[in-house]
């Protein structure tokens, strides 16, 4: 089984930053994306940033260039910057990692989601 963990949620002011943390452990043959979802009540679930195992990224529209997806030097772990936060960025954070697990079967886990508050 895979496990995938967030951390670094909490409340901030608008304008402000914060930084999640993601690392995915168990058994693991090959890691092949990971990125990071959010869903606002009442909203469906939606792609923030993405990275694949060659380093390319993917950004929804609303973050491009306030937030930043980056692969950190520990085995399997992903970060996630955010800066300049708006009201609107206010959800539920989830870490997602997709790969191949040891027995090579193909893997998609989420993890627990960490919250982030935005107030004006």
């Known amino acids: 089984q895979v496990q995938v963990v967030e951390s670094g949620g909490g409340s901030v002011q608008a304008g402000g930053s914060l930084t999640l943390s993601c690392t995915a452990s168990?058994?693991?043959?090959?890691?092949?994306?990971m990125g990071w979802y959010r869903q606002a009540p009442g909203n469906e679930r939606e792609l923030v940033a993405s990275?694949?195992?060659?380093?390319?990224?993917d950004y929804a529209d609303s973050v491009k260039g306030r937030f930043t997806i980056s692969k950190g030097d520990a085995q399997n772990t992903v970060y996630l910057q955010m800066s300049s936060l708006k009201t609107e960025d206010t959800a539920v954070y989830y870490c997602n990692a997709r790969g191949y697990d040891g027995s090579r079967r193909i893997f998609d886990s989420w993890g627990q989601g960490t919250r982030i508050t935005v107030s004006s």
């Open positions: 168990g058994s693991i043959f090959s890691l092949v994306a």
């Open positions: 990275t694949n195992q060659g380093g390319a990224t």
